[in-house]
T-cell receptor, first 109, second 115 residues
Framework: GIQVEQSPPDLILQEGANSTLRCNFSDSVNNLQWFHQNPWGQLINLFYIPSGTKQNGRLSATTVATERYSLLYISSSQTTDSGVYFCAVEGSYGQNFVFGPGTRLSVLP | ETGVTQTPRHLVMGMTNKKSLKCEQHLGHNAMYWYKQSAKKPLELMFVYNFKEQTENNSVPSRFSPECPNSSHLFLHLHTLQPEDSALYLC??????????????FGPGTRLTVL
């Protein structure tokens, strides 16, 4: 099945810093989503982005489907950005939605 | 209520108990999913329902029994669980099923502890 890798596994930032999270996938995809899981376990949709670039406030994402990767940019990070960021993909050949292992972000005041 | 809701939010049960988790979506979607998130493991898809029909059972043990009476409600019946079944169980919904390339929306989860 399709494999999903995320890097870095852990990231510690000072408040106000910028960061880039990466998601690599092993096959072509129809669906790619970025989620933020808060400390209570809720998965919050950030972007639905199988290709192209989107921006939402301090967050933006880019997926280069032909090169099989996606990037999530967080600018001017805040302590409330802390949590785990997941990338999840659905392969083009009808595979199930597969989650990456996540990047754990800690933003320090 | 809006979005996807799950009850209970926390559940502690013994290995001989029978309990059920409930999920309800208020988004008008036709596909619903159960996922399991164990400590230090990626989220794992358990079951998929599309228009009330189960379309995926991802090799889940029979002690987990799903039920989808309509497109808005999804249950996960639990019986004779093991301590290693302790995890966060997440429900999700989407407008289309697998292969339709649509966004999934998740509920807050039920944190299950099996003693």
């Amino acid at each position: 099945g399709i494999q999903v890798e995320q890097s870095p596994p852990d990231l510690i930032l000072q408040e106000g810093a910028n960061s880039t999270l990466r998601c690599n996938f092993s096959d072509s995809v129809n669906n790619l989503q970025w989620f933020h899981q808060n400390p209570w376990g809720q998965l919050i949709n950030l972007f639905y982005i199988p290709s192209g670039t989107k921006q939402n406030g301090r967050l933006s994402a880019t997926t280069v489907a032909t090169e099989r990767y996606s990037l999530l940019y967080i600018s001017s990070s805040q302590t409330t950005d802390s949590g785990v960021y997941f990338c999840a993909v659905e392969g083009s050949y009808g595979q199930n939605f597969v989650f990456g292992p996540g990047t754990r972000l800690s933003v320090l005041p | 209520e809006t979005g996807v809701t799950q009850t209970p939010r926390h559940l502690v049960m013994g290995m001989t108990n029978k309990k059920s988790l409930k999920c309800e979506q208020h988004l008008g979607h036709n596909a619903m999913y159960w996922y399991k998130q164990s400590a230090k493991k990626p989220l794992e898809l358990m079951f998929v329902y599309n228009f009330k029909e189960q379309t995926e059972n991802n090799s889940v043990p029979s002690r987990f029994s799903p039920e989808c009476p309509n497109s808005s409600h999804l249950f996960l019946h639990l019986h004779t669980l093991q301590p290693e079944d302790s995890a966060l169980y997440l429900c999700a919904s989407s407008q289309g099923g697998r292969g339709t390339s649509v966004e999934q929306f998740f509920g807050p989860g039920t944190r299950l502890t099996v003693l």
